[in-house]
């Protein structure tokens, strides 16, 4: 009879393979979660270098840029004798100030706010604060007679960030709406509207307010906004500027110099 041929046993051989690829799948998993570890606490640790790579991200992207902040009462007491207007190799160009919140709410620093940047080289302009359960004929009525913008400020701003609690989003749709009509009848220009990327696309989109100027917020590190034709993107909530204490949000205005006189108050 024929011998048979011994058959060949290749568990050993396979176990001790898949032994060393897991142990190499486990380092590299290791390492992987250390670097994310590191970084992410040495980012925490050095919020600056955040902030920094914030800037140069949003410049990359938009080099012609213009770049502007926004404060309220929430900056404090602002030191404008010693106001630094340049972050790194770009100079601040515009504010906005909140002057009103709700139907009767005035920001306690927006007069004091509004007279110490009229003395500064910026471009400045007002918002209101949009408070969603309360009504939008008195809100804006609130803002025109607060901010008294004139020939030379900038547009007025509507800030919606909120959902209502008391009514549903066809309603506040027409809130807004309603607010935005007064104001842009008052003024003769259209308002910008200020809200955040998801916002937008939640209940702004394709409900008849793409046609206004878009100001939205989103800090992603990585992107820019998702929200198509913005003309303001606020990249930061943590800036730092010499003279303001707490922390302030950056945006970049997307344009040149021609497109920011354009959006001034005949």
Request: proline share 5%; charged share 25%; glycine share 8%.
């Amino acid at each position: 009879m024929p011998r048979k041929k011994k058959s060949k046993n290749w568990t050993l051989p396979l176990v001790v393979i898949g032994l060393a690829v897991l142990g190499s799948i486990t380092m590299v998993v290791r390492f992987s979660k250390d670097i994310r570890f590191h970084l992410s606490s040495y980012l925490r640790s050095s919020p600056s270098l955040t902030e920094e790579l914030k800037v140069q991200h949003a410049f990359r992207n938009f080099p012609g840029g213009i770049l502007g902040i926004d404060v309220s009462e929430y900056q404090g007491k602002i030191d404008f004798a010693g106001l630094q207007l340049q972050l790194e190799e770009h100079p601040v160009e515009f504010v906005f100030v909140r002057a009103t919140m709700g139907d009767d709410g005035v920001d306690r620093r927006f007069q004091q706010n509004w007279e110490g940047f009229q003395a500064l080289p910026v471009k400045r302009g007002a918002y209101h604060y949009y408070r969603p359960n309360e009504n939008s004929a008195k809100q804006a009525e609130n803002f025109i007679k607060a901010a008294k913008l004139r020939s030379g400020d900038l547009i007025p701003v509507l800030d919606i960030e909120k959902h209502s609690t008391i009514q549903s989003r066809d309603k506040l749709r027409e809130g807004l709406k309603n607010w935005l009509r007064i104001v842009e009848e008052h003024y003769g220009v259209k308002p910008i509207i200020y809200t955040g990327d998801r916002f937008f696309w939640e209940v702004l989109h394709d409900q008849g307010f793409d046609r206004y100027p878009i100001w939205v917020a989103n800090y992603n590190l990585i992107r820019e906004p998702q929200t198509d034709g913005w003309l303001i993107w606020q990249f930061s909530e943590k800036g730092k500027l010499a003279g303001i204490k707490e922390k302030i949000d950056l945006n970049i205005w997307r344009g040149d110099q021609t497109d920011l006189e354009q959006m001034l108050l005949p």
